[in-house]
C-alpha cells in the first residue's frame, strides 16, 4: 500500500500531520507493507529567496493584528505540536523563505528523501534555520549522509525544478489547494492535519478493500518456476 504525501518545509501543520501518521503506522498491523512517497508542495511560490521577515511578524501582517496577533498565532501552534513531541518554541523566530531549492535537493536525495524532510522540518521548525540558504541545505543534507559536492551541484543549477513543478501540479489535479496533504492507494484523500485516529481508520479502511490480483492470461502458458523452466 502506497501513502503519497504533500508537504512543504516551512509548513508546521505538515510536521504535525507527519506526526500523526506515524503515529497511526506505529499501530498498522501491515506497517512493513506500506510505502511512503513524499511529494514537494509551495505554500507560497512568491516567498523570497533573501528573507526579509520572520514568520510572527508575516503573519501579523497577512491577517492583521500586527507582531502581536502573529506571535499569538504561533504560540497556538507551538500547544498543538507539542502535543505530538515538537518543539517549536524558535517557531516565531524562522523566516518567511522560499522553499523551491529545498525541494529541488529533496528530489535529487532519492532513498534518503524521507531522512531529507524530516531534517529540514527539524531545521526549520526547532532550531529556526534558514530553509533558503544553500550552505544549511547543504548542511542539513550532509547530516543524513548526503554528498556535500553532489547537493550543492543540484543548489546552483536548475536541477529537478521540473520534479517539484510536476508535484505541485498533480496536487492542483487532485483538488488540493493546501498541505498537508495524503493520499493512500491511490483512492482516499486526507486534507491537513487530522487527528491520528482519522489515519488509522483510513489505513484499515484502504487494506481492507485492496483488490485481490485478476488473472487475465490462462494457465498453462510457457514460463519458468524458481529455476526450472519447462520446455
Avoid at 126 to 131: G, I, L, S, W
Avoid at 151 to 168: F, I, K, T, Y
Wanted: proline residues 4%.
Amino acid at each position: 500500500m502506497r501513502i503519497e504525501i504533500w508537504s512543504d518545509v516551512v509548513c508546521p501543520w505538515c510536521y504535525i500531520g507527519k506526526r500523526r501518521l506515524e503515529a497511526a503506522l506505529e499501530g498498522f498491523e501491515h506497517r512493513d507493507e506500506v510505502e511512503v512517497v513524499w511529494r514537494s508542495f509551495q505554500l507560497d511560490p512568491t516567498a523570497p529567496t533573501e528573507p526579509t521577515e520572520k514568520v510572527a511578524e508575516l503573519l501579523g501582517r497577512r491577517y492583521g493584528g500586527g507582531p502581536e496577533a502573529g506571535a499569538q498565532m504561533v504560540a497556538q501552534v507551538q500547544q498543538v505540536a507539542a502535543e505530538v513531541g515538537l518543539d517549536f518554541s524558535r517557531h516565531g523566530e524562522a523566516l518567511h523563505v522560499n522553499t523551491v531549492d529545498a525541494h529541488r535537493l529533496l528530489h535529487a536525495a532519492g532513498e534518503r528523501r524521507g531522512e531529507l524532510e524530516e531534517a529540514l522540518l527539524h531545521a526549520y521548525f526547532v532550531e529556526a534555520r534558514n530553509v533558503g540558504d544553500h550552505d544549511v541545505l547543504v548542511d542539513v543534507a550532509t547530516s543524513v549522509g548526503l554528498d556535500a559536492d553532489e547537493a550543492r551541484a543540484v543548489l546552483s543549477s536548475a536541477a529537478h525544478a521540473d520534479e517539484v513543478a510536476a508535484d505541485v501540479a498533480q496536487a492542483a489535479a487532485h483538488g488540493a489547494t493546501g498541505v498537508p496533504f495524503f493520499v493512500v492507494d491511490g483512492r482516499y484523500g486526507i486534507s491537513g492535519a487530522q487527528p491520528t485516529e482519522v489515519f488509522a481508520q483510513v489505513l484499515e479502511q484502504a487494506w481492507a478493500e485492496r483488490a485481490p490480483l485478476t488473472m487475465v492470461s490462462p494457465d498453462g502458458a510457457p514460463g519458468c518456476d524458481g529455476d526450472v523452466c519447462a520446455t
